[in-house]
């Protein structure tokens, strides 16, 4: 039938599995794409099956909202960029995605239990998503999201508090380190060496900074540092 109408190359109808990512939307989208041959086979062959203007209605619309989804699943399987980050901003955007379907009228009480089992779901699976520890940490590490990724201000802070004590230990770390070095230097330079009095001077401030402030200040500067554009490689950034 599609030949006969000049659809080439022909195409095969998309099944429904439940275990597939975006297969309904798929599903419903070649229906669309096929609606004239599927249309005149079901009135050929004549065994009382065929689509409603209501249900090409409902096809029509589910299309519309599943195209989102599918957008999102597309970004965040995508194995050549980094995808972690945009968790958190992708579940904030499906959340305000769903509330905003939920507050539209939709003339088909299959369409609006479809948008009500979406938010019920989506809300069930990415409601906190945010206030997981490492998904939270890598956008806010992200330079294409940083706090802005986030729905809630408070899981940004807690996220910030985190990376904030991993990065003083990072510090203590380093003072550890330095401190020996520091005090081989002064034996080494010891006796009549010009550098005894600039050496002993500074040997205190050398150590003496405070880890957790110097971890404070190195994140709040990275923050404070504009965004990099969406489609860059925050990877590359880092380096």
Known sequence: MQEQLGLTPPLMLIQNVVTRWNSTYEMFQRI???KVPL???????NNNVYL???DWHIISKSCEVLKYFKEITVEISSEKSVSISKSVVFSRALLKYCTYLDTQFYDSQQLTNMISTL???VEQRFGSIEKTQIYAEATVLDPRFKK???LNNSSFTE???SIINKATNIHIGMKNTMQPAIQNQSVTLGGDSIWNDFDEEISSQLISTNPTSAAIVEIDKYLQEGLIPRHENPLKWWK
């Open 119 to 121: 938010k019920q779901q």
């Open 39 to 45: 249309s005149s086979v079901l009135v050929e062959y």
């Open 159 to 161: 996220s910030k508090k």
């Open 32 to 34: 669309q794409n096929l």
């Open 52 to 54: 409603t203007n209501e």
């Open 148 to 150: 802005y990724g986030f």
